[in-house]
């Protein structure tokens, strides 16, 4: 499975940027999706899902209220809104194992090359 996200880049704390991902299996329409990132030198932490429908969404409390997910069938988006500077990781789209895969890892089976988020202060 092939997944790509992209839209990061270098911005200043308080703008928005939007992290789109796209797959090449039409067959991840029928399950989550979800965002994580990974800042250096620490671990990968989730950051929203969605369902299979969009019906569901879950956020990070960290980013709850700032960003938001949506989906397309196959392609899954990110628009971050009021980027602080601990926010800066790369950003990592994955797709879920079953139609509501929440926050854990372990909830997700193939993921995409990241892309790399920086907001400076």
């Known amino acids: 499975v092939q997944l790509q996200a992209f839209g990061g880049g270098l911005v200043q704390a308080g703008d928005s940027l939007r992290l789109s991902c796209t797959t090449a299996r039409r067959t991840s329409s029928n399950n989550a999706m979800g965002w994580f990132r990974q800042a250096p030198g620490k671990e990968r932490e989730f950051v929203a899902a969605?369902?299979?429908?969009?019906?569901s969404t879950s956020y990070a409390d960290s980013v709850k209220d700032r960003f938001s997910i949506s989906r397309d069938n196959a392609k899954a988006y990110l628009q971050m809104n009021s980027l602080k500077p601990e926010d800066t990781a790369v950003y990592y789209c994955?797709?879920?194992?079953?139609?509501?895969?929440?926050?854990?890892?372990?909830?997700?089976?193939?993921w995409g090359q990241g892309t790399l988020v920086t907001v400076s202060s």
């Open positions: 994955g797709i879920g194992r079953s139609a509501y895969s929440g926050s854990s890892l372990n909830g997700y089976q193939y």
């Open positions: 969605i369902s299979w429908n969009g019906g």
